[in-house]
């Protein structure tokens, strides 16, 4: 399925504006693309796409027009010196960063944006190689191109390229995501850190709710059980952490716990949201 480059437009300064004269309806550069998998990796997703040369090289809508009929050195130039594939890390629909990989010299580099925190970095590929797997597969299945592929080897035009394994580059964007996006994501971190305090750590009141005498306790003109208790406290405890929305907090509380919550329960951590303890 094909998809216009759209949300990439911060990536659009690393390479010359004349190859970006042409924009979609929305402004957008056109640098058409397809996806290439959905990888699951430790909680969250990575979404990869291929820039093709079809449908770019040869198409006047694309911003990386070459020609309608181009030459062996217009397929060489767009394979070996545009991006081959950017990678969208999303976890629960949302986008928690995108990276882009680009050729520059003999070398590959990492274009990095963090949405949420409006920051982009870049990072050097520790990979080596001169074109990357899928650019070299379109490449050699181009009829009047004398291109062939012989043990992660490009031959093209008399000569020998060595190639860049899409599974390498994967392996590199699993650790980078890992470190620099997963790893650094204050959402991520606050929903790992309630995870594990909520059984047995500093968000489990369970024990001090046990303290209290009788079966029942007084709050605020409510009685609770000590079961609903310890949730509203859970939940005054939680939205202190940083989770501000009561339907998220709810969602994280049965995602622990692995059952829904009662409605008693449900009206206890609501009134822990209310409150501050």
Do not use: C
Request: glycine residues 6%; charged residues 30%.
């Amino acid at each position: 399925m094909k998809k216009h480059l759209s949300i990439f437009i911060f990536l659009i300064f690393l390479t010359s504006s004349n190859l970006y004269s042409q924009r979609d309806k929305n402004g957008n550069p056109v640098f058409n693309s397809e996806k290439i998998e959905n990888v699951n990796f430790e909680g969250f997703e990575i979404v990869s796409s291929y820039y093709t040369i079809k449908d770019n090289i040869d198409n006047k809508q694309s911003s990386v027009f070459k020609n309608e009929n181009p030459s062996l050195d217009d397929y060489w130039n767009f394979s070996t010196k545009l991006p081959s594939y950017y990678f969208m890390i999303v976890h629960k629909g949302t986008v928690k960063g995108m990276l882009m990989l680009i050729p520059k010299d003999d070398a590959f580099f990492y274009n990095i944006m963090i949405p949420n925190k409006k920051e982009s970095f870049q990072i050097p590929s520790k990979l080596t190689g001169k074109i990357t797997e899928n650019r070299a597969k379109e490449l050699a299945g181009i009829k009047k191109i004398d291109a062939t592929i012989n043990n992660h080897v490009l031959k093209f035009n008399n000569k020998d390229f060595q190639i860049l394994k899409y599974n390498d580059i994967m392996a590199e964007v699993k650790n980078i995501a890992k470190e620099k996006i997963v790893g650094n994501d204050d959402d991520l971190n606050i929903e790992e850190y309630i995870k594990t305090e909520s059984k047995g750590g500093k968000l489990d009141f369970k024990n001090t709710v046990e303290k209290y005498d009788g079966t029942l306790i007084n709050f605020d003109g409510t009685l609770y059980n000590k079961k609903d208790f310890a949730i509203l406290m859970w939940g005054a405890a939680v939205k202190k952490t940083g989770i501000t929305e009561l339907n998220k907090a709810q969602l994280l509380w049965e995602k622990i716990y692995e059952r829904n919550l009662t409605e008693p329960e449900l009206k206890a951590l609501r009134k822990g949201f209310e409150t501050k303890l």
